[in-house]
């Protein structure tokens, strides 16, 4: 009798362990993605004053392996008096570095096009950010990108906010 009790205890133990197993989360790829972000842009030009504001920007894209996605980005908003974004617009591959399972840090690397009422600039950005998952298929993030460095002047943003995985 206690041998099977024994044996059932086991089986058991198996049984909850593969169960478990089971309902992990896999990943399947290419795996799609959306996201929205308060963006906190600055554009700081040579011999004026700078000029910065809040906006909102819009991102979605498709990660291609655990470390490899590429990714689009769409804003707008935000007004200082002299300087008023009316987009942006970009495309950018994303490299990603898994430091955990729900969190990763990733740096972006691509082409935007900027226009202000003031003027419209288009060239090489680069940014980094950090992710963490908060629920299977939702993340927080922030990010830091130069959107353009011009010799008249720079154009950064930070954002954060959230992104949601199909």
Known sequence: MKRITLV????AILAAGAATTA???QTFYPQAYIGGDAMFWEL??????DRDSVGLRLRGGAQVNDYFAVEGHLGGGGSDGG???DYL?????KGILPVAPEFRLYGLAGFTEVDFNIDRESGFSYGAGAEFDVAPNL???AD???YLDKSRYNFDAASVGLR???
């Open 44 to 49: 700081d030009r040579d011999r004026a004053p």
């Open 23 to 25: 309902q992990a989360q």
């Open 89 to 93: 617009i970009g495309a950018y591959a």
């Open 83 to 85: 300087a008023e974004l």
């Open 139 to 141: 993340s927080v993030g």
């Open 164 to 166: 949601y995985r199909f």
């Open 8 to 11: 059932a205890a086991t089986a």
């Open 144 to 146: 830091y990108m130069r």
